[in-house]
């Protein structure tokens, strides 16, 4: 049973912009935390953003201030959007409650290269 799907990676130059989704059950989304994460080529998957029911957005240091987390309500998704892309923001792309308590998705593949 598919509970997260992610979509809206893909292929950008440095300093570009992308939008992810991730769209969600209405009993998970409604009650959990949502958050991104990513995980680089060779390296472990690692926590991104995240924010809470009402909303309230948290970032991990380095996209803070270039990315944007935000839910909306009545489509059940969480999105991400990316501005200011850069080189080391390649990986593949996660969603999932805080603390990532659902099985994962398939994620979205983010490449950002000249």
């Known amino acids: 049973q598919v509970q997260l799907v992610e979509s809206g990676g893909g292929l950008v130059q440095p300093g570009g912009s992308l939008r992810l989704s991730c769209s969600a059950a209405?009993?998970?989304?409604?009650?959990?935390?949502m958050a991104w994460y990513r995980q680089p080529p060779g390296k472990q998957r690692e926590w991104v953003a995240a924010?809470?029911?009402?909303?309230?957005?948290t970032y991990t240091q380095s996209v803070r201030g270039r990315f944007t987390i935000s839910r909306d309500i009545a489509r059940n998704t969480v999105y991400l959007q990316m501005n200011s892309l850069k080189a080391e923001d390649t990986a593949v792309y996660y969603c999932n409650t805080q603390f990532a308590k659902l099985p994962w998705g398939q994620g979205t593949q983010v490449t950002v290269s000249s």
């Open positions: 209405k009993t998970i989304f409604s009650v959990n935390t």
């Open positions: 924010a809470t029911v009402g909303g309230f957005p």
